[in-house]
């Protein structure tokens, strides 16, 4: 037994009279005076796969261990099927049980739980249909990521997880310090500080867990001119949004000799190129999403790979908004960020397909993005589609060093920490744009699940830290 064994993916396609062996948990045991049948799925693809066992083939006490929930192995004969769903089905001659479930007590049964139990037990929720299926696509489009800009030549740089600065001053930042020492464990335990002396710290000063790594990837754009980075992220956000994370993943390229037109093209045919990869290889799975989950979802994947992305400043989306005769919850003027409702009118209503929203105010953008001629504006660009809004957020960056020193002072960041990033200005400085998507906004669009804790293995959220 090796990892070069068949998949239950695989047996689908085989011809009847195979014989072979079949790995899986077990969902259901449905028994009879001459036949049982278990369904049985190893997480390869959403369907089940149908083990027969005739009367007296296996020992009744062998049989009495394949509950829900046990682990197992069946050794049989593909035969036809003559149920719907699947060709050909396994004929059992022996099982191994490999580990037992206590039909009492395992929290997976047939009947359904809600989203706020499985999260609960997210060490088992990947045997369910819902999260197997989640699994699969989030795998299909972290490789569809990585194709994607390996296949145009952009190098993959790993940026650190440990930074001492702030991408985007917003403060919301883990402190990783060995100055604070914990006595005891759970909720009861105290922290000792040892140290109030940043010098006496691990690093010497403040560290902190990095909220991008887009500072950190921009230096080497300035060296191999088409890079990207693609890991996770911290945010220290004290929110119970259902769009909110202290741990993500966040993909970010970086082009160097690109301006902003040349960065929107790049994010249109990577959002494009995503979703059609993970629709052409996890079709079942995302029909279960329309089906159980999100009814729109396929209808508005289709539309976002079909459609040509309209272009649109904020200043033409501003002014679209206060003539539309809607009443927002959130009201709209020049120089307000934009919000989801506002988002979804621009891509639903008054064009109907994805927009690529460029030229922000500059008060409510990072200090790192470029100036426009206008002194008021820089060249940010955000996309937004259909049933979310915003989904990407990018900008040709600031190259011009007095220009970004006096942004720095603007938004009260200490100059001094952005010396390097500074350097790239001060040493054969070049026109280079960017853009970042959160990989889990993205796998919500995918998937249409509706709270950001249900695309990831392992929420880590405030007040939530489990396994």
Not at 442 to 459: A, Q, S
Request: proline share 3%.
């Amino acid at each position: 037994m090796d990892y070069r064994r068949s998949y239950i993916r695989d047996l689908f396609a085989a011809s009847p009279g195979a014989e072979t062996s079949v790995f899986g948990w077990v969902k259901t045991r449905r028994d009879s005076k001459e036949v049982s049948f278990v369904q049985l799925n190893d997480g390869s693809c959403m369907a089940d796969f149908q083990v027969v066992i005739d009367a007296g083939t296996i020992p009744d006490s062998e049989l009495k261990r394949i509950t829900t929930g046990a682990c197992v192995r069946f050794d049989g004969v593909l035969v036809e099927s003559p149920g719907s769903g699947q060709s050909v089905e396994l004929k059992a001659s022996g099982v191994e049980v490999y580990g037992e479930a206590d039909a009492t007590s395992y929290p997976l049964q047939k009947k359904g739980a809600t989203m706020e139990f499985l999260r609960e037990i997210a060490h088992l929720r990947v045997r369910g249909n819902t999260f197997g299926a989640v699994s699969r696509v989030r795998n299909r489009a972290a490789w569809a990521v990585n194709d994607f800009f390996q296949s145009r030549g952009f190098q993959w740089i790993h940026t650190p997880i440990i930074t001492a600065s702030d991408c985007e001053g917003a403060g919301a930042m883990f402190a990783v310090t060995t100055l604070m020492e914990a006595q005891g464990h759970g909720p009861e335990s105290q922290f000792v500080l040892k140290s109030k002396e940043a010098k006496d710290d691990f690093f010497g000063k403040p560290a902190y867990l990095t909220v991008s790594g887009q500072l950190n990837v921009e230096t080497y754009a300035m060296g191999l001119t088409n890079v990207y980075t693609f890991g996770p992220t911290f945010r220290a956000e004290n929110s119970h949004s259902v769009r909110h994370l202290a741990e993500f993943w966040m993909i970010e390229p970086e082009m160097a000799f690109c301006d902003l037109e040349g960065n929107a093209n790049l994010a249109e045919e990577f959002i494009k190129a995503i979703i059609g990869d993970v629709m052409n290889h996890c079709e079942s799975d995302l029909e279960f999403f329309n089906k159980r989950v999100e009814p729109t979802l396929l209808e508005t994947l289709n539309h976002v790979v079909n459609s040509g992305f309209e272009r649109m400043t904020y200043t033409d989306a501003v002014s679209a908004l206060g003539k539309s005769g809607e009443t927002f919850e959130f009201p709209v003027a020049w120089g307000t960020d934009l919000q989801s409702e506002h988002e979804r009118w621009l891509t639903e209503v008054h064009v109907g397909r994805p927009i690529i929203l460029t030229d922000y105010p500059k008060e409510i953008k990072a200090f790192y993005m470029r100036q426009n001629e206008d002194g008021k504006t820089v060249r940010a660009m955000d996309i937004l589609v259909p049933r979310i809004g915003e989904i990407i957020g990018g900008s040709q960056r600031e190259e011009r060093l007095d220009v970004l020193k006096a942004r720095i002072l603007e938004s009260g960041l200490d100059e001094a920490a952005y010396w390097w990033y500074l350097d790239l200005r001060r040493f054969g400085s070049a026109p280079h744009s960017g853009f970042g998507l959160g990989f889990e906004r993205l796998l919500m669009y995918l998937t249409g699940m509706k709270n950001v804790r249900d695309v990831i293995p392992f929420h880590r959220a405030a007040g939530q830290a489990e396994f």
